[in-house]
Every structure is written in structure tokens, then in C-alpha cells.
């Protein structure tokens, strides 16, 4: 059995303390009124100046003096709005990342009981204990998507009824997004993958008492179905939780892509995790083949991300239709290094690191990598989400950092805490002896 060591765990209570107390302070330093925005913006440099030179012309053209104050309040009011979602935007997207990892985990869980693996059995445990996070992030996800329904934020702006009456593409679209429908969805899909991973779990678990071998076709079975629900969930999750809060823009990739993003991110977790219990003295069974297998699905994973990050941006480029372009543009123009960033963190450098075979069987490289990888796809959604709640008052500030170390730190409790309360290894998998005995 595994103990979740003192110094793990007060990491990890330190982490959700100041987490916590800098989600607060990014909250409480957000602008009180129009007037505040305007004190911040004269003290920016370049084009986030607000200039007073206009004002001279006051009396030559005092229509165009009319104007140039209203624009002014109107792109006042507009930051004001920005910045206002800085400290809900970063809390959004590390509440939705760590939650996406844990699915990703799920899934890949799901595919070794479809495809009968016989490598991966001595991996369960470690897998069906960093998934004990999600029922936890979807009680905060769904808590967060109320909580945007309810106007807390406006973050998801077809959420506005002034805005759905003055848009007529939003408009035109409220059929889907409207909030009743929207949250429905919303609480189908996370009891959907939250059953699965119940019955999963609880199956994986009475197979160890079993005297044949009915839970683990049970498992096949649910596993199989929830498959099917989740390639259609996913899709339709990743329009309502992401590509919505930019409601003008579409993308007929956009759900592979962050199936892409979130799965490679799963498969990585699953792989330090292993890594670090296996420095700890646990899964006994776990040899270099099976760390060189998760290495290899980091680096295919990685891969087959950069193929639908540039087949999403080549074509619409490609094609110059303005309503898809605007959202690159505005990610190459204002995130220009978070945009491209992201692809060095997760394309080039798994490529020069994990092609090399040997590299995929060491540890501090494998330590190394990972790092980079998961914080390469936490710019990834970074990007998705930053460029339309707060344009470009963008930083990684407090609000950022505070909130990645919350939900990291809540990550680390919850998924330890469920390693210590059964066997590492599963006794009554029918591939068991396979796995212990897997070499490449």
C-alpha cells in the first residue's frame, strides 16, 4: 500500500493556502471604476496609452472632440470589462485544464480495457487514482459554469441578453446557447464521465476478489459505450466550454484539437506520476518497457497535436474567410509568444527530446519533458481562452499564478490521498501476468 508522505502532502497544502490567498488579492486588485482603468492606461506605454493630446483640437472641431470622448469612454468601459475577467479567466483555465488532464486519463484508461492491453494492467491503479480528481473538478466546473450563467462574469458574452439583441449572429444561434441548455449539457456530460469512472473503478476493484473473470467483461463492456459517449461529448463540450466564449469563430477541428491537448497532457501526468512512485520504492512491477511505451505515446500524441494545430491554422488561412481569421490574428498580433511558444513547448522540444530511444527509458529526461509538456498545453489553453475574456490586457500576473497553484496543489492531495486506499496492482486481471513480464 502506498503512504502519502508529510513533505507531499504539506507541498500540497502549502500550494491550495497560497493559491488561495492570491486568487483572492487578484480579485480584490481588480479596477473599481472607469476611472481607475484610465489611471492604469496612462501609465502603459505604447499603443495601451491613453493619450491627451487630442484635446487641444477641443475648440477647432468640437464635434470631433464629442466623438473622441465617446470613443474614449466606450474603450474605456471596454478595458474596464477586461479586466475585470483577468482574475476569472485565469481561475477558469486551470480549473478546466486540471479537470481535461484527469479526463484524458480516463479515456486512455477506457482504450486499454477496449483494446485488451497486456503491457498496461500494472499502470491501472496509478490511472484510476489521478482520475479520482474529477468528480472534484466537476463539481468546481459546474459550480464556475453557474456562476457564469448568473452574471458573476462575462466571460461567455452570448450570455448577455444585451448583447444576444444587438448581435445577430449570436442571435441567430441562441436555439443552442442559451443558458438552460447549455448547463444541461453541462451536468450530462460530467455525470456521464463520473459513472464511468465509478463503475470503472469499482468493477477493476472487485475483479481483485473475484473468483472469474465477470467484472473485467463488465469493464470492457462500459468501457466500450463510454467511448462512443465520450468522442460525442467531447466535441460538443469543447463548443460550449471553450470555442463559445468566442462565439463569432468556428473551427470543424476545434474538438480534435483540444481532445489533442488535454489527451497528450493525461498520458504525461499518468507517466509522472509513475515515475515519481516508482522513485519511492512502489509498482515493483513497472519496468523501463513500460515507462518506454508512455514515452512513446507522449511523443505520437505530441505529434498528431502539431498536425491539427497546423492543419486548424493553415486552412483557415488558407481560405481568409474574416470570420475565422480574426482568431489567429489576434493571437499572432497580441499572444505572439504564448501563440508560438506553445508550439516550441509542445511540438518542437518533444520532438528533439523523446525521438531519441534511450531517451525514452530515463528518468530525469523523461521528468524534464513532461514538465515542458504540461505547461506547453496549459499555455495551449492559456490561448484559447485569455485572447477573448481580456484582449490584450494580457500578463501572467497573480491571477495566473495563483490559480495554477491552487488547482495544482488540490490535484496532488485528492489523487495521492486515493493512492493510498487500495493495492497498487490489480491481482485478478486476466493480463496481469503479461504486464508484469512486458518487455520491449
Known sequence: MYTFSNKLRNFSLILMILGLLGIVTGFLSVPKDINEVEKILTSQSNHHEVSKSDDKNTISAPLDSKLKEQNNKEHLEHVF????????????????FFL???LGVLVFYAIQQVAQAGWSPVLFRVMQGITSYLPVGSVLLFIFLLLCGLHFNNLFIWLDPNVVAHDHLIANKSGYLNFP??????FIFLLGWNLYRFYSRKNCLAQDDSNDNANYKKNFKISAGFLVFFIVSESIMSWDWIMSIDPH????????YVFASFFVSGITTICMVTLYLKSKGYLEHVNTSHIHDLAKFMFGISVFWTYLWFSQFMLIWYADIPEEITYF?????????????AVVMNFVFPILILVNTDFKRITWILIMAGVVILCGHYIDFFNMVMPSTVGDQWFIGISELSSLAFFLGLFIFVVFSALTKVPLLPKRNPFIEESKHFHY
Open 81 to 96: 470589462n477586461q479586466l475585470k475577467n483577468k482574475p476569472w479567466s485565469a481561475l477558469y483555465v486551470a480549473c478546466i
Open 100 to 102: 481535461l488532464i484527469t
Open 181 to 186: 441548455f447549455w448547463i444541461i449539457r453541462a
Open 249 to 256: 469563430w468556428f473551427s470543424t477541428l476545434f474538438g480534435w
Open 329 to 341: 490574428v489576434t493571437r499572432i498580433n497580441v499572444y505572439n509568444l504564448p501563440f508560438f511558444g
